[in-house]
């Protein structure tokens, strides 16, 4: 696993319980970026996502556009990530909801090739390590996985992606592993400069990608980055939601 799709997998399995919520609780803000009265060096309760041989990372900030606190994500020939460990239920909470800006896309980007892995914009929803949805094979490659990093791989994950020239609504496994599905939900460079809000249900685009019923989401993580295509650009997130039905 020496890419960084597979490092972001594996990171992305550590689990950490969010805040206990209400049974009543209809939304929970995964991402309160716009909530940020004053600047931070990162948005609360989140942190870097950094792999092991890429030196030159990503750096994300929190800025204001237009008045409303984002996170602005600003990569050259680079790659890391912002990370939102967590457990929760997406039976009880399937959709998210988002919206992202992006500067330009990356003219060197492919889905389908490992040289072009990189995207201006992209969000990741991991789901935690469940035995019972895997193989025998599968079983013995992420207790080798376990012993090398302390934890277990996810399950699967999806990545919700900003490419630059696959279709919308392409689904597309991650040329590095099968355990990512990537959906492409914006493509080319039309809409740049613009913000574009994102909702999608989890559940349901886990069951399309994976074939089977979801184990509990562990995290969420925003990665902007160009390490493969050595180019430039810079994106903004906004506030990030799970929501129930």
């Known amino acids: 696993m020496g890419s960084k799709t597979s490092m972001a997998v594996l990171v992305l399995a550590c689990v950490t319980g969010l805040a206990f919520t209400p049974p009543s609780a209809t939304v ?4 309160a ?5 004053a600047p931070a060096s990162l948005p609360d309760g989140w942190e870097p996502l950094t792999f092991k041989n890429i030196d030159r990372h990503t750096a994300y900030t929190l800025v204001q556009d237009d008045g409303v606190w984002v996170v602005a994500a600003t990569s050259s020939a680079s790659a890391s990530g912002l990370i939102r460990r967590m457990e929760i239920d997406p039976h009880q909470f399937p959709v998210i909801s988002w919206r992202w800006k992006v500067t330009d896309v990356l003219s060197k980007g492919d889905v389908t090739q490992k040289a072009g892995d990189d995207y201006p914009a992209r969000v990741y929803i991991t789901f935690a390590y469940d035995p019972a949805k895997l193989e025998f094979v599968q079983k013995t490659k992420y207790w080798a996985a376990r ?3 302390g934890e277990y791989p996810p399950t699967g994950t999806l990545a919700y992606i900003w490419a630059n020239k696959a279709p919308v609504g392409t689904v597309v496994p991650n040329p590095y592993t099968d355990r990512v599905q990537m959906i492409v939900l914006q493509s080319g460079s039309g809409k740049k400069m613009q913000w574009i809000a994102e909702k999608r249900n989890v ?3 886990y069951r399309m990608a ?7 989401i562990s995290g969420v993580a925003l990665m902007t980055d160009t390490d493969n295509t050595g180019e430039a650009v810079r994106a903004y997130y906004g506030d990030i ?3 129930s039905k």
Not at 28 to 31: M, P
Not at 33 to 37: K, L, M
């Open 241 to 243: 939601l799970l929501s």
């Open 28 to 31: 929970l803000k995964i991402g």
């Open 147 to 149: 012993l090398l990093y």
């Open 33 to 37: 970026f716009s909530g940020h009265q």
């Open 203 to 205: 559940y349901e685009d």
């Open 210 to 216: 994976f074939g089977h019923e979801p184990p509990l």
